[in-house]
């Protein structure tokens, strides 16, 4: 019983330590304690959020307050296990109309209360509780913040498999569930393209997970989406409410699919011709 105490001590102190190391940021003045909260407790600090967190797979937040110059601030890290899952939440919660600016991954300023940026597996959120935000001001909190946190200033490598022709930049974004509102479209990498028609659709990328192959997603979703062969090439089709037609096939061991394509023959034709 007592080495179980001393262990689990260890692994307190351990967690501490990291949380410390983190949000120990030389530029600022902590004014708090670090906080840490887990998925069984997250609702506590973010109640009406934590689910949408949570369907991202979030592994723990870390929250120190600081302040700098005249600016007194909330820093929040996010700790969501994959640089794909911080890349998703960070695409839900980034304002479509936004700017991106390259710190860490990518970041974005919302003067004069709020960023956020995505670096390796984290996604940051800093609120400013006293005191303006300012573009310049904002990016030096991120540049601080991003060099005291571990991970590559890069995308996940999965982007690279979307298509870059007829790509609308800055469009890409990932659903680890329920994608288009299908329980059965899971880990989807996504994007939306344009062609010179003006005709726009989506295009994703179910991406399997452990133990799962792009043949074992296909027979899932065969068991109530329509197949259809079209040359040599067998692909599924499903109308989605409010979604439009949507259109799946198997090519080089993954699942495609094109969404938001309003008949049938639009979709097939959508999906083979940018896969060709």
């Not at 299908?182 to 996504?190: E, V």
């Not at 990328?205 to 259809?228: C, Y």
């Not at 692909?235 to 090519?251: D, E, F, N, Q, T």
Request: net charge positive.
């Amino acid at each position: 019983m007592k080495k179980w105490l001393i262990v689990f001590s260890l692994l307190l102190f351990s967690v501490s330590l990291s949380a410390g190391n983190i949000l120990d940021i030389k530029q600022f003045i902590p004014e708090s304690e670090i906080q840490i909260y887990d998925p069984e407790n997250l609702f506590e600090y973010i109640d009406g959020a934590a689910d949408i967190f949570l369907s991202f797979g979030f592994q723990q937040l870390q929250v120190r307050d600081f302040s700098v110059d005249s600016l007194q601030f909330s820093v929040e890290l996010y700790n969501m296990g994959t640089p794909l899952n911080a890349f998703g939440i960070y695409k839900s919660e980034r304002p479509a109309d936004a700017s991106g600016i390259r710190i860490g991954a990518e970041a974005v300023i919302s003067p004069p209360y709020q960023a956020i940026m995505l670096k390796g597996i984290h996604y940051v959120k800093t609120n400013i509780y006293e005191g303006e935000l300012d573009s310049i001001r904002g990016a030096k909190i991120l540049t601080a913040i991003s060099k005291a946190i571990p991970g590559k200033n890069n995308f996940p490598a999965q982007i690279k498999l979307l298509p870059e022709k007829k790509k609308i930049a800055g469009s890409e974004g990932y659903a680890r569930e329920a994608f288009l509102g299908m329980s059965l479209l899971k880990r989807c990498l996504f994007a939306k393209y344009q062609l010179k028609d003006g005709t726009s659709f989506r295009y994703f990328i179910m991406l399997p997970d452990s133990g799962e192959t792009a043949e074992t997603l296909w027979q899932k979703l065969a068991t109530n989406w329509k197949q259809k062969r079209v040359g040599n090439t067998n692909i599924l089709l499903k109308k989605i409410p409010y979604k439009g037609i949507s259109a799946v096939m198997v090519k080089d061991n993954l699942l495609h699919g094109v969404a938001d394509c309003k008949t049938a023959e639009q979709a097939q034709e959508l999906l083979i011709q940018l896969l060709k």
